[in-house]
Structure formats: structure tokens, C-alpha cells
């Protein structure tokens, strides 16, 4: 059907540098072996504590770092092996919104300015006017004033900075977004509000978009399907209804444990405490499968065999305990 983009057996893995003479010492296997699908319209969740690679990830769709081995695929082409120039026309179909609203806005730029650039770099509504125009429907489309155009950053919260960075990604009528940990930054009595603001404009625009986020609560009302990542792999993928309704790996019952109730605000909060253990390491993941030092389900095989993701029920899970 009208798949987007397709992810096989990505591998990002960063040299690690030790000794006098510094050499490489080994790596750090930031993502190891992902694969998944997005199709059109569509929203993936893509949760796990940090440092599972869910950032890496987004990075390596968007060709801002060195590919190991695997394939991506964004619209029928292969763009793994783009370069910069190459991948010029191909950002402006995919956007990213970061975790940072400050860090990522230019205190120096209108946010009139801020928001067309885009349109500028790739050339879209010619003139001055034409952008302008443009602009004031984006800012509306966000949920801002069309009179704050003229406005610097500073001037705004966090939240309404947030929105900013969505109508600049918008600007471009983007086939993809990545949204990073687009809500972790903020407050938590903003979180919810800028999370409907993601909704009601899947709704409105059905972009396909990955939503990265450290917990399952803040994905919950924008995904069709959740990943659940754990050091550098996919754990478990499954249905937004299916992986709430019935969890199946240890690790996405844990993540789920912290869940009280559908409060997406109070949820995000809490949900860093119940996890036991400490994340082992990239550079040295645990031999077969790498959840078992932390894994109240751990069997002998589990430290002898890598489990492989698959399909069990409407979803795909990788865990000896699913044969
Ligand atoms: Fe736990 Fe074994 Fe399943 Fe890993 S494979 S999650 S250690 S039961
Ligand atoms: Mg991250």
C-alpha cells in the first residue's frame, strides 16, 4: 500500500577511542539490527529509556550520521547512502521537531522569519508577501496569534515555542516529521496541550510521523503502532490498542507498570521510578537477550540465545517466553 518509509536491519554503531595512542577500542552500538514500516498518515510511537538508540535512529532517517549497515528506504528510494547534497530535496519531505524548543530557534530571527525560512531554503511561495501569508496560516494551524509574526523568541514560553518549531517543520508540507522527545522539555502542565496539538493535526494534515518519547504515556493518544526499543533494538512492535490491551515483553510490562491511568501529564512524571537495574551498557550489551540482567522472567536460554522479533498475536515481540 502507500508506504513511506522502510527501515531494514539499521545499524549505527560509534567507534569508541581508549589507550595513549587513542586508538579504536571498540563501539558503541547505538542501534543495532531495527526494522520497521510507516505508512501513509500513520504515527509511530518510539519509546524506550534513554540511550536505547530511538534518537540515533531519527538522526540516521535523516542522514545526519554514518550508517553502519542496513537500508533505508523514504518514498521507493534508497536514500541510505545519501550524501548532503543529495539528501537537499529529500529534507524537505522529512522534518524534524528536537526536544529543545530553545535551544532550537534563532534568538535573533522574527518568528515570522524563523517560520519561512524553510519556505526561503527550498524556494516555495516566491515572494515576500506569498511567505508572509503563509506564515500567519501556520501560526494559526499551531495555535498561535497571526499578530505575534513579528516577535522574537524570547518573547514566548516554552510551550508556545514548541508550537513554533511545528509550524516551521509544517512550513514545507513535510511527508515525514520526526518529533524527538518533542513535549519532554516542557513543563508538565503544557505536555498534554502541545500532545493535542500533535493529534488534531494528525488529524488535520495525516502526516506520517515517528514520535519519540522515553515513556509509553505521552505516545498512548498519538500512535497507531508503538516500538518499544531496548539498547538498540526493537523489543516489542505492536498496535496502539493491541500493546496496551496485552503487553507481551517483560520490558513493555515494565515500562507499562509505571502507567498509573490515561493521564498523559501525571503518567509522563511518574514513570521514570520502577524499573529495577541499572541500563547495561551499548558498548558491551548483555549476551543473548540484552533485557535479562533486568528481566524477572530470565530463563538459561535468555543469557545463551538472541531472541528474535516475531509476530505473536497482531504484533511482533522478541522474547524466548513467545515461541
Ligand atoms: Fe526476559 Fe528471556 Fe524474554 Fe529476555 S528473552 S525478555 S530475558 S524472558
Ligand atoms: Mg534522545
Known amino acids: 500500500s502507500d508506504l513511506i518509509l522502510d527501515v531494514r536491519d539499521l545499524k549505527v554503531h560509534f567507534p569508541v577511542y581508549g589507550g595513549l595512542l587513542q586508538r579504536e577500542i571498540g563501539s558503541v552500538k547505538a542501534v543495532d539490527g531495527v526494522s520497521f514500516q510507516l505508512h501513509g498518515s500513520e504515527t509511530l510511537g518510539l519509546v524506550g529509556e534513554s540511550g536505547c538508540g530511538k534518537s540515533t535512529t531519527g538522526l540516521a532517517i535523516l542522514r545526519m550520521l554514518q550508517i553502519t549497515s542496513g537500508k533505508i528506504v523514504f518514498e521507493s528510494i534508497d536514500i541510505t547512502n545519501y550524501n548532503r547534497r543529495q539528501m537537499l530535496p529529500i529534507r524537505r519531505r522529512i522534518q524534524m521537531v528536537y526536544q529543545d524548543p530553545f535551544g532550537s530557534l534563532n534568538p535573533r530571527m522574527t518568528i515570522g522569519d524563523i517560520i519561512g525560512e524553510p519556505l526561503e531554503i527550498h524556494k516555495l511561495h516566491g515572494n ?13 494551524m499551531v495555535g ?3 499578530d505575534m509574526i513579528d516577535r522574537y523568541p524570547h518573547q514566548f514560553s516554552g510551550g508556545q515555542r514548541q508550537r513554533i518549531s511545528i509550524a516551521r517543520a509544517l512550513a514545507v508540507e513535510p511527508r515525514l516529521l520526526i518529533c524527538d522527545e518533542p513535549v ?6 503544557i505536555q498534554a496541550q502541545v500532545v493535542n496539538l500533535f493529534q488534531e493535526l494528525q488529524e488535520k494534515l495525516g502526516i506520517s510521523t515517528i514520535f519519540i518519547a522515553h515513556d509509553l504515556a505521552v505516545v498512548r493518544h498519538v500512535s497507531q503502532r508503538i516500538a518499544v526499543m531496548y539498547l538498540g533494538t526493537i523489543v516489542e512492535i505492536s498496535t496502539r490498542d493491541e500493546l ?80
Open 128 to 140: 515576500r508577501v506569498e511567505r508572509r501569508a503563509r506564515v500567519t496560516e501556520l501560526l494559526e
Open 144 to 146: 498561535l496569534r497571526r
Open 184 to 189: 519532554s522539555a516542557l513543563d508538565v502542565s
Open 244 to 323: 496496551y490491551a496485552n503487553p507481551k515483553h517483560p520490558y513493555t510490562k515494565a515500562l507499562m507498570a509505571a502507567i498509573p491511568v490515561p493521564n498523559p501529564v501525571i503518567e509522563a512524571r511518574r514513570s521514570h521510578q520502577t524499573i529495577q537495574g541499572e541500563v547495561p551498557s551499548a558498548q558491551r550489551p548483555p549476551p543473548g537477550c540484552r533485557f535479562h540482567p533486568r528481566c524477572p522472567h530470565a530463563m538459561p536460554i535468555c543469557s545463551e540465545m538472541v531472541p528474535e522479533l516475531r509476530s505473536e498475536g497482531r504484533g511482533m515481540v522478541a522474547c524466548h517466553l513467545f515461541k
